[in-house]
Nanobody, 119 residues
Framework: QVQLVESGGGLVQAGGSLRLSCAAS????????MGWFRQAPGKERDFVAG????????YYADSVKGRFTVSRDNAKNTVYLQMNSLKAEDTGVYYC????????????WGQGTQVTVSS
């Protein structure tokens, strides 16, 4: 059974930093595209960042470019999202997702971790 478990969320003041982790179990994710999404209250879930299989290619939403960094440690089967210069609008539930079926779609999702940025 494949599981993606996020951690590292919490309450932080604007301008602060958090690092989210996504630990995978039940299957290696080293050969999978992995991504982070977030859902703000009353809004749809949006793409935040993605990282290719080797970690050499990364993708970011315009709203987080220059502030967030996605990375992976394949030896630990874990993906990270370093979030700096946080803003109130970054508040939401952050989800880790993986294209484990290598279909080009994110087919596995974590349960999410809450990030709240106070202004």
């Amino acid at each position: 059974q494949v599981q993606l478990v996020e951690s590292g969320g919490g309450l932080v003041q604007a301008g602060g930093s958090l690092r989210l982790s996504c630990a995978a179990s039940g299957r290696t994710v080293s050969s999978s595209l992995m991504g982070w999404f977030r859902q703000a209250p009353g809004k749809e879930r949006d793409f935040v960042a993605g990282i290719g299989r080797s970690g050499g290619v990364t993708y970011y939403a315009d709203s987080v470019k220059g502030r967030f960094t996605v990375s992976r440690d394949n030896a630990k089967n874990t993906v990270y999202l370093q979030m700096n210069s946080l803003k109130a609008e970054d508040t939401g539930v952050y989800y880790c997702a993986g294209d484990l079926g290598r279909s080009g779609k994110y087919d596995y999702w974590g349960q999410g971790t809450q990030v709240t940025v106070s202004s």
